[in-house]
Nanobody, 125 residues
Framework: QVQLVESGGGLVQAGGSLRLSCAAS????????MGWFRQAPGKEREFVAT???????YYADFVKGRFTISRDSARNTVYLQISSLEPEDTAVYYC???????????????????WGQGTQVTVSS
């Protein structure tokens, strides 16, 4: 069984920065990708960013260069650096990990197999 534990969320003023972390544990497992999603109140969960096994990255359009995803494969940990935070970034941020599957883009929730419990990010104006 794989467990994903997020950390690093909190309350921050608009324009500030945060770094979210997600550590995977439970078994020695090589993931096809690790990614981040977010869910704002009253909205559906949406894709934020992903980093694949070959360190290729992909971001949602709304990121606009403010988010950077990175991965420490040796520690099975993924990070999301967020800068220039906006009140619209307020959401629960979820880490996810997906098994290796050929032809998978890892940009949709159904492409991931394991999920963390989420970490709250609140941006005040």
């Amino acid at each position: 069984q794989v467990q994903l534990v997020e950390s690093g969320g909190g309350l921050v003023q608009a324009g500030g920065s945060l770094r979210l972390s997600c550590a995977a544990s439970g078994r020695d497992y090589r993931f096809g990708a690790m990614g981040w999603f977010r869910q704002a109140p009253g909205k559906e969960r949406e894709f934020v960013a992903t980093v694949k096994w070959n360190f290729g990255t992909y971001y949602a359009d709304f990121v606009k260069g403010r988010f950077t995803i990175s991965r420490d494969s040796a520690r099975n940990t993924v990070y999301l650096q967020i800068s220039s935070l906006e009140p619209e970034d307020t959401a629960v941020y979820y880490c996810a990990a997906g098994a290796i599957r050929g032809g998978t883009y890892y940009r949709a929730a159904h492409e991931y197999d394991y999920w963390g419990q989420g970490t709250q990010v609140t941006v005040s104006s």
